[in-house]
Nanobody
Framework: QVQLVESGGGLVQAGGSLRLSCATA????????VGWYRQVLGKERELVAL???????DYADSMKGRFTISRDIAKNTVYLQMNGLKVEDTAVYYC??????????????WGQGTQVTVSS
């Protein structure tokens, strides 16, 4: 029922910037939080940034000062602005939304992912 669609990935040189978008099918306030994650083949999917229903944001340490998560409530869209990209940032980036079920447990929904490739 929850649909998330990512866009904005691509190929950039080290030091460049990209802005990823995560469009939600409904109101983002239906979600407990929306997060950006990334995954490299052979590694666990890791949290990049998170924004809560109340608008609070959190970042992985390596992203602080370089990445910014934000939202446009009217567009039901969450963004990830990525500056100062490094080769190590190369990964598939996924949007995640969490919603509580009838028992109050959180359920995760994922977008299809968008590839970000940073070249030296």
């Amino acid at each position: 029922q929850v649909q998330l669609v990512e866009s904005g990935g691509g190929l950039v040189q080290a030091g460049g910037s990209l802005r990823l978008s995560c469009a939600t099918a409904g109101s983002i306030f239906e979600l407990e939080h929306v997060g950006w994650y990334r995954q490299v083949l052979g590694k666990e999917r890791e949290l990049v940034a998170l924004i809560s229903r109340g608008g609070q944001s959190d970042y992985a340490d390596s992203m602080k000062g370089r990445f910014t998560i934000s939202r446009d409530i009217a567009k039901n869209t969450v963004y990830l602005q990525m500056n100062g990209l490094k080769v190590e940032d190369t990964a598939v980036y996924y949007c995640n939304g969490a919603i509580r079920n009838v028992r109050g447990d959180l359920s995760d929904y994922w977008g299809q992912g968008t590839q970000v490739t940073v070249s030296s």
